[in-house]
């Protein structure tokens, strides 16, 4: 295999003319007019604020009100925008989307959940609930909708108690899960998102954590869906119809998306206006995240922020003519950027090499490699054990008996030449 190459960082190409047009986010939602949007636009975004902008030859991306928020692509991790993306900021209600990941992971969509005290509480505590009442049964199918489309707090605590037994039980497990989805600086206190001081998470963490949950067709579908209708219980004496107030997925909002694929959003005092999604378009599919901002704005600033990723990068796959590839291969670059512009750093371990694709310094996409170079030692090693096995059998064992075993056998075909000829004769 040939030996790791690295490819000096190269400058897009970007003409005066059509820089502005990338360099300029809107601040509300794709459909609106070019004068509005002229209007509205600033000016492009300081690297100490929008961290991505200083990676060279990125795309150039305006600042928002917001305090925090990151733009990721799914199948590399590439971060196309960062604002304070480490920042610990309070959640709100986008804890939910780790409370229903977790529920989606540890029971069944059938599992019949009971309402006891722990779940009848959420009814009280000040926040969105169904008026769940004691003894009341539903699945876990129905309880998933009623988070993720109500923000039922009620059935939250209901679902955390029914899987780990309680509330402070299924929260640890939350934080576990965190952690094994890479994420540094988040701790949750509660499955609801409801106050508390010591409950934080940062934009980077969430949009690993929307990114997992995504990837489940279940939470997928149901992050996506407007109003769900829960039939009647043993308990209620009509259905329940929930409507979802995540703007982004509603057709007949100012804010609607449609490449939005699902999301969540939530507001507390505390917390401002916080929310999270996921779109998909051009080939790519982006987990975007804002934290702390100003109710009715955090919708119009996601769009702007998918907008900048959806028109400015895209998938590049590379080609594989100078080693096998096992898996990989595909970055998210500035569009218009070739495979000469990036840098490879490359890792070895169990026979596999990971290769890691930079572009201006910053992680665009790996590749998983066959190590070629490891098989070849490792084959001629066994032969030259094997080598050495058949040399130590030969001085080991002397070539008399074979001799030996020659000479009787020509004897034996002697003998049977002469009783030949003496029958012929006769």
């Known amino acids: 295999m040939k030996k790791m190459k690295r490819f000096s960082a190269a400058l897009l190409a970007l003409g005066l003319g059509t820089a502005t047009l990338f360099t300029q986010l809107p601040?509300?939602?794709?459909?609106?007019?070019?004068?509005?949007?002229?209007?509205?636009?600033?000016?492009?975004?300081?690297?100490?604020?929008?961290?991505?902008?200083?990676?060279?030859?990125?795309?150039?991306a305006s600042d928002i009100s917001s305090t925090a928020a990151i733009v990721m692509e799914t199948s590399t991790n590439t971060v196309l925008y960062s604002k304070n993306a480490d920042q610990a900021l309070y959640p709100a209600s986008a804890v939910k989307v780790m409370t229903?990941?977790?529920?989606l992971e540890n029971s069944s969509l059938d599992d019949q959940v009971t309402m006891t005290a722990t779940g009848v509480s959420g009814v009280t505590d000040g926040g969105a609930n169904i008026s769940a009442q004691l003894d009341e049964v539903?699945?876990?199918?129905?309880?998933?909708?009623?988070?993720?489309?109500?923000?039922?707090?009620d059935i939250a605590l209901q679902v955390a108690e029914h899987i780990s037994g309680s509330v402070?039980?299924?929260?640890?497990?939350?934080?576990?899960?965190?952690?094994?989805?890479?994420?540094?600086?988040?701790v949750f206190t509660n499955p609801t998102g409801l106050p508390d001081e010591n409950q934080h998470t940062t934009a980077h963490d969430m949009a690993l954590i929307m990114e997992a949950a995504m990837a489940n067709d279940t939470f997928r579908t149901i992050a996506q869906t407007t109003s769900y209708t829960i039939?009647?219980?043993?308990?209620?004496?009509?259905?329940?119809v929930l409507t979802n107030n995540f703007t982004m997925i509603n057709s007949s909002s100012d804010s609607y998306y449609e490449p939005c694929i699902g999301g969540k959003e939530g507001y507390t005092e505390a917390s401002g206006s916080t929310l999270v999604c996921e779109a998909s378009k051009n080939n790519m599919k982006l987990v975007c995240v804002v934290l702390n901002g100003?109710?009715?704005?955090?919708?119009?600033?996601?769009?702007?922020?998918?907008?900048?990723?959806?028109?400015n990068f895209t998938p590049l796959t590379l080609p594989d003519d100078d080693f096998n590839r096992l898996s990989g291969g595909t970055v998210i670059v500035?569009?218009?950027?070739?495979?000469?512009?990036?840098?490879?750093?490359?890792?070895?371990?169990?026979?596999?090499?990971?290769?890691?694709?930079?572009?201006?310094?910053?992680?665009?996409?790996?590749?998983?490699?066959?190590?070629?170079?490891?098989?070849?030692?490792?084959?001629?090693?066994?032969?030259?054990?094997?080598?050495?096995?058949?040399q130590n059998f030969s001085v080991s064992h002397t070539t008399a008996p074979y001799y030996i075993i020659g000479a009787i056998g020509a004897a034996f075909l002697l003998f049977f030449l002469f009783l030949m000829i003496r029958v012929i004769k006769s």
């Open 27 to 60: 601040v509300r939602a794709a459909e609106k007019t070019a004068d509005t949007a002229a209007d509205t636009a600033v000016q492009t975004a300081d690297p100490s604020i929008v961290t991505t902008n200083g990676i060279q030859g990125w795309p150039q």
């Open 100 to 103: 229903c990941l977790m529920a």
């Open 138 to 153: 539903f699945t876990m199918e129905q309880c998933l909708y009623a988070i993720m489309v109500a923000s039922a707090n």
């Open 168 to 186: 402070e039980d299924f929260v640890a497990a939350m934080n576990t899960r965190a952690q094994e989805l890479g994420c540094t600086n988040t």
């Open 231 to 240: 039939p009647a219980t043993n308990v209620s004496g009509g259905d329940r």
């Open 294 to 311: 100003a109710s009715g704005v955090t919708d119009d600033e996601a769009i702007a922020l998918l907008n900048y990723g959806f028109d």
């Open 334 to 390: 500035p569009a218009g950027t070739g495979a000469d512009a990036l840098t490879t750093e490359d890792s070895s371990s169990d026979g596999q090499i990971t290769r890691q694709y930079y572009f201006g310094g910053t992680p665009v996409g790996t590749a998983i490699l066959e190590n070629v170079e490891q098989q070849t030692d490792d084959a001629a090693a066994t032969g030259q054990k094997n080598m050495e096995a058949a």
